[in-house]
């Protein structure tokens, strides 16, 4: 069984430019919701995904975009980067439904300059 | 709204000794409750969960918690800790009327120092 994998594990990006994160499910998972983790904080719900459909969010502005694929891998994109979109970003998998743990990856470190 | 407090920014104990990670939660319904651990430069690994049921709940690695709803509160313990759970821990809440999607809202992690 492979678990959620994430890619690049570390970035760096300045002010102002586009970045792009991916997530890879754990086999079988058909749910992925995206966290911002600052750093000495907890997780940040950022927003999931089911079925290609964006059905939940937290409160991020619109810069803040994803998107999931029929296979179920996921992407975070964030435009128009500040500095305090410095943080670990996580993609989390599960199983639908409402008791479902989630599974996470390693994250992605995205510092921004 | 739903809200997670961990009032311990760190939690040391000798190694051999019970350990206790303290967490309480708000919600307006019944709430799901969840236990996480962080190890450094890693994501989260889910330790146990709490659905309904019986009030006493175990999980990976020896770990357990108890649900006391009249307290509000999910705490973490262990009978007996060792130096490799040496970590952070995050608690976790989903309001059962939070929707049709998993929206999980973290406290804010303890460290949990187990001293040799």
């Known amino acids: 069984e492979t678990g959620v994998t994430q890619s690049p594990t570390h970035l760096i990006k300045t002010r102002g430019q586009q970045v792009t994160l991916r997530c890879s499910s754990q086999s079988g998972h058909n749910t992925v919701s995206w966290y911002q983790q600052a750093l000495g904080q907890g997780p940040q719900f950022i927003f999931q995904y089911y079925r290609e459909e964006e059905n939940g969010r937290g409160n991020f502005p619109p810069r803040f975009s994803g998107l999931q694929f029929p296979n179920y891998s996921s992407e975070l994109n964030v435009n128009a980067l500040e500095l305090d979109d410095s943080a670990l970003y996580l993609c989390a998998s599960s199983l639908a439904g409402v008791n479902q743990p989630q599974h996470f990856g390693d994250g992605t470190r995205l510092s921004i300059l | 709204a739903q809200s997670v407090a961990q009032p311990e920014d760190q939690v040391n104990v000798a190694e051999g000794n019970p350990l206790t990670v303290k967490c309480t939660y708000s919600v307006s319904g019944n709430p799901y409750l969840f236990w996480y651990v962080q190890y450094p430069n890693r994501g989260l690994q889910f330790l146990l969960k709490?659905?309904?049921?019986?009030?006493l709940v175990k999980g990976s690695y020896g770990f357990e918690a108890e649900f006391n709803k009249s307290q509000t509160s999910f705490h973490l313990k262990k009978p007996s800790a060792l130096v490799s759970d040496s970590a952070l821990y995050f608690c976790a809440v989903r309001d059962l009327n939070s929707g049709g999607y998993q929206k999980v809202t973290f406290g804010t992690g303890t460290k949990l120092q187990v001293i040799p």
């Open positions: 709490y659905i309904t049921g019986d009030n």
